[in-house]
């Protein structure tokens, strides 16, 4: 825990005196062209910016993605993949403000099988949700999301993955829920522009090789074969 | 006060297949042609270029060529006691906007649906007698056959450049192809696509059950290709970004390489994008349309466009909107059975199984979108004998993994935690060692499966919305049934490692999950008036100057993806438009 105290205050540090480049999730050429980083230890996460959570989301938000990603051999832990600064920049955006969401009322919670009924844009729900998933972890941990034991962490993401958690006076929590899964799973496989799988840290570990997919020849000469690539996004071959 | 325009000769409504298709066949004919997209323009140099559209975020996850909810969306409830609620955002299907329409985006999946389908209801009642069939399933025979659609599925496959394989030539089977389909009068104009690992070992497994596998008929290029009409394409790259994507190699046969390049070429012809047409005008008898009313969604003008003929090409689901909203033909009731539009809004339905082989590696983002083996025995196949399972219609099965794109591809095996470090291990275990069996299924309309105007939710220019009634009956879980059964007897018999086993579908449909952008009926043809919007000919039975094309004009939907069909009864309705409809305008069949 007070690991993770220190890591945010190293993070929000450095962030301070973090490039612009840097801010908008673009790997640096160096870093996007070295080869074989896979299994090499985690270089320090490069400076960035929060543009929409506040200090008690972006708190939230770390332990969240280093609990959901922890480091180990597949990958490196989720802030230093850029999981939060993904999620932060999703809400920040056009999809985060709603743009493809309709948005007039009467709200009704409907069914299931209706889909998505609150009426909060993404960016609104994470608001919302953070907010109230804290209140119940000070209820029933006595201390924030951030500040809570893994074991803690464990149970309370848990129970709001299969909506057993009631959120007080917040969205349901398999609602919330369902939106922080696919965020984080978006910040761990989307191409490294939009400031997540940096050095295509998730690519890696599943052996995407990314953008450049000219495979008329190699889906013969690699049957059954590993084809073996760096992976490329989208910047690398700009 | 809307401005109101020249008169035009034809105006259609939608640019995509259907659209794409009748502009350049009516100007061909010398008919001067206007075309309303509410969309953009899209072409494959300006908006399909590598490295952008390799973006799986935005175009796959954001749904970047796709309907933008935001505008416009319809209501959804399961039956007709719920509330119906909107969709406030794409989930279940994924339909398209801008020009090439989901003719941009589509896998290529191209199929001739034949006469068990186009006579389904003679079929049935001859087969099992008329009992067979459920009371509220409000099936009905198409009134056009195979053998009058034959050229034109021929039409549409030789324009798309489909890769595939005949299994019946002119009545001889052939070996490897699909051995239940109708009597073509020739071969595919390309060969099968490079199968892959997961196609070749399901075709193993099943040719040793005794079922007849065959490579899907898809509209990849197997080879670079140049169609009847002069466009070129490109070879298929295998490169996993299909389905929601552009194609940057012009291998996807689409609309956007083929028949509106020539029509924009064409003095006759001319395009409006941003143009959100909103109602069809009828003259004082509503017999006649005199034109369309759209607004301009750039500037927010409102335009009056006088046209002599008025051809609906939009999407399915916004055809029978636009239907409903000018008064074109009577409503459906559901409670009566009275009435037409709206009527037999049918989905697809499907099973699938996930396989894990610890020793084989798939490769799983070196793909096509049509790539794959699959069999027939359980739709096409007329021997299948349904009376067993109770059920009619049926479903195809496949294998062959057409994209390994990370957000929404990571196979784990069951019992796989949703994160941490076992979910790591799990993902990066297995990511390049699973393959899928999947199904598509039919579904046979129903009495209360309906489409008509919502009464509280509008949409940006105050109209309501479109409110579907939706849900799988017993009919589509019998299939379900029997699919999942096969499928795991197909994937037991591959001897995975692991397996996620099939199982068939009980839970009402939902929006939430994608399952397939093969929405179907609702301004259904047919032989009367009484039981169909519009004829044959796809002309309304009401206001004879409106055609409607596309999949809206399905009685039922098949097993089969709905293109082959679509493109060919867009070709056939453009003969008799370009032909005795423009010599002697008035109704095609007498009523």
Known sequence: ?238 | MAKKLKEVEVVLVGLGWTGGILAKELTEAGMQVLALERGAMRTPETDFSVPQIRDELRYSARHDLMQNTNRDTLTVRNNPQQEALPMRQLGSFLPGNGVGGAGSHWNGHTWRWDDIDLKVRSFYEERYGKKYIPEDMTIQDWGISYAELEPYYDRFEYTAGISGKAGNLKGRKVTGGNPFEGARARDYPLPPLEPSLAGEMFQQTAQSLGYSPFPRPTANASRAYTNPDGSKFGACQYCGFCERFGCESNAKGSPNITVIPIAMRSPNFELRTHSWVTKVLLDSTGKRATGVAYTNIETGEEFEQPANIVILCAYQLNNVHLMLLSGIGKPYDAVSGKGVVGKNYCYQTGASAVLFFEDKIFNPFMATGGIGLLIDDFHANRDFDRGPFGFLGGSTIGAGLYHGRPISFRPTPPGTPRWGKGWKEATAKWYLHAMTIGSSGSVMANRVNTLDLDPTYRNPFGQPLMRMTFDYKANEHKISNMTADVINKIGKAMNPTLMTPAVARTTPWSVVPYQSTHNTGGAIMGTTPASSAINKYLQSWDVHNVFVMGASAFPHNSAYNPTGPVGALAYWAVDAIKGPYRKNPGPLVSA
């Not at chain 1, 007080?168 to 829920?177: I, K, L, Y």
């Open chain 1, 1 to 238: 825990m007070e690991d993770q105290v220190s890591d945010r205050r190293r993070f929000l540090k450095s962030a301070i005196a973090g490039s612009a480049a840097a801010a908008v999730g673009i790997p640096n050429k160096s870093e996007a062209q070295a080869p074989g980083a896979g299994t090499a230890p985690a270089k320090p996460p490069p400076a960035a910016g929060y543009a929409y959570l506040n200090p008690e989301e972006q708190a939230f938000v770390e332990a969240l993605v280093d609990h959901m990603i922890p480091a180990d051999s597949n990958s490196p832990k989720g802030t230093d993949v850029g999981i939060n600064i993904y999620i932060d920049r999703a809400c920040a955006g056009s999809w985060g403000k709603g743009d493809r969401l309709y948005q007039s009322g009467p709200w009704k919670l409907g069914a299931p099988s209706q889909g998505y009924q609150l009426p909060l844009t993404p960016a609104e729900l994470y608001r919302a949700g953070i907010a109230a998933t804290n209140r119940y972890s000070v209820k029933t941990y006595g201390k924030s999301f951030d500040r809570i034991t893994p074991e803690q962490r464990e149970q309370l993401l848990t129970g709001l993955a299969d909506g057993k958690i009631a959120l007080e006076n917040g969205p349901p929590a398999a609602v919330f829920f369902g939106v922080v899964y696919q965020t984080v799973m978006e910040g761990m496989f989307a191409d490294p522009i939009y400031g997540g799988n940096r050095d295509k840290a998730g690519w890696r570990m599943v052996g995407f090789p990314g953008v450049i997919a000219t495979h008329q020849r190699n889906i013969v000469t690699y049957k059954n074969k590993r084809y073996p690539v760096e992976p490329l996004g989208i910047a690398d071959v700009s």
